[in-house]
């Protein structure tokens, strides 16, 4: 018998690299998973998840995650090897969007997918990487219907990931999604208590997941090369030095919000993953406590690297896009010399009338909600909220 196959009655993840990978290779009919520098961090992780407070329906669920990301890894291996004239076009200045989760990031991303001069990685694409297809065929496509049922399953178990996150099959997803092929990546230690891997993990060159992250943007972007790629990903901040080095025009956003207001606001949405996967075994004081220490050290790096890099990354801040987004994002092209059509501003103008601003998204938390200290963050994050005026 597999021995995770039956994770209600206690599952085995460490060790079971093999055997994982031999599923997605039958589910996917590849076997190339190309350099086998994932091996680590996929080992890594699966050491851990048996103590990691998993429920049984959570350890089924991470399996089919972790087999989620093994299957799309396989599919951008043999995308890579089936379009090896894109894989020679360089990405050009992209327009990257990051900062502390629940500063807006999301939203402005949204916001922005809207300019017809951009191209994202679509969530469905990010499952199952492929050159964009037209998007008149994505309802009949295979790999869309199974990736919108898979997110319809996981949104119906956790709705607080749409009204939080607004995430949709069909609209642009942040890089974690893909950066998570390589199993060097935030996305493990923010869903699961896992700290020997969030430890190694933070000492980690990332240069290798963003080189191979930029494969993946000119696999998707094959029959679309010459568009300019819109991406996001929050944990950017903590790599910024690597994600400069891969694409070093980029045009890099860091949105800004007051720690006291953002650091509660993401430990109540990172904690719906938490009991997603351990029911009520979730502790969301260590949740806290990891959330709260992890984003200081991000910004941190990320204000050291800025420093080499003059202009090349605009700093906003969240109360600004608040107050008015379109002169926001006028603020933005601007900064960086981009041109906002009238067609695009009409564009934004449709999607932030389709998705107001919902009531909820405003409520307030505070670290003694988590079994934290507002003293204890203010002493940790002085030096930030100095820096950006909080």
């Known amino acids: 018998m597999s021995t995770i196959a039956n994770a209600g009655e206690g599952s085995h993840f460490a060790g079971s690299r093999e055997e994982l990978c031999a599923e997605a290779a039958r589910r996917t009919g590849l076997d190339d998973f190309g350099k086998p520098d994932f091996h680590e961090g996929l080992d890594r992780l699966l050491d851990e998840l048996d103590g990691a407070g998993l429920s049984s329906q959570g350890a089924i669920a991470t399996r089919e995650s972790i087999l989620g990301h093994l299957t799309g890894r396989l599919r951008s291996i043999d995308g890579f090897k089936r379009h090896a004239d894109a894989m020679l076009r360089p990405v050009v200045r992209p327009l990257i969007v990051t900062g502390i989760v629940r500063s807006g990031t999301t939203a402005l991303h949204k916001l922005l997918s809207m300019d017809p001069q951009f191209q994202g990685a679509e969530h469905w694409l990010c499952a199952a990487p492929q050159p964009r297809p037209p998007r008149s065929a994505w309802a009949d496509n295979p790999d869309f219907r199974q990736s919108k049922s898979i997110l319809d399953a996981m949104i119906a178990q956790a709705p607080e990931f749409l009204d939080d996150h607004g995430m949709a099959v069909d609209t642009v997803e942040e890089s974690l999604n893909l950066l998570a092929q390589r199993f060097c990546c935030n996305m493990f230690p923010s869903q699961f208590v896992v700290p020997n891997y969030d430890r190694w993990y933070r000492t980690q060159d990332d240069t290798p997941s963003y080189r191979h ?134 564009a934004m103008r449709e999607w932030l009338a389709a998705n107001p601003r919902r009531s909820t998204t405003m409520q307030r938390f505070t670290p003694e909600d988590f079994g934290g200290s507002s003293g204890v963050l203010k002493e940790r994050y002085a030096a930030y909220r100095g820096r950006y005026g909080y």
């Open 213 to 346: 992250f930029a494969d993946n943007l000119r696999l998707i972007g094959a029959n679309d090369p010459d568009r300019r790629w819109l991406l996001k990903n929050p944990t950017d901040t903590l790599s910024l030095r690597e994600v400069l080095a891969v694409f070093p025009d980029a045009m890099v956003v860091q949105t800004h919000r007051d720690p006291l207001q953002s650091i509660p606001s993401v430990v109540n949405l990172i904690g719906a993953a938490h009991r997603m996967f351990c029911g009520e075994n979730a502790d969301v004081a260590r949740v806290y406590a990891r959330e709260e220490e992890f984003w200081e050290l991000a910004l941190r790096r990320a204000d050291e690297v800025k420093a080499d890099h003059p202009g090349q990354v605009f700093d906003v801040q969240f109360t600004d896009f608040v107050r008015d987004q379109i002169g926001f994002v006028q603020r933005i092209y601007d900064h960086f010399s981009l041109d906002l059509s009238v067609e695009a501003e009409d």
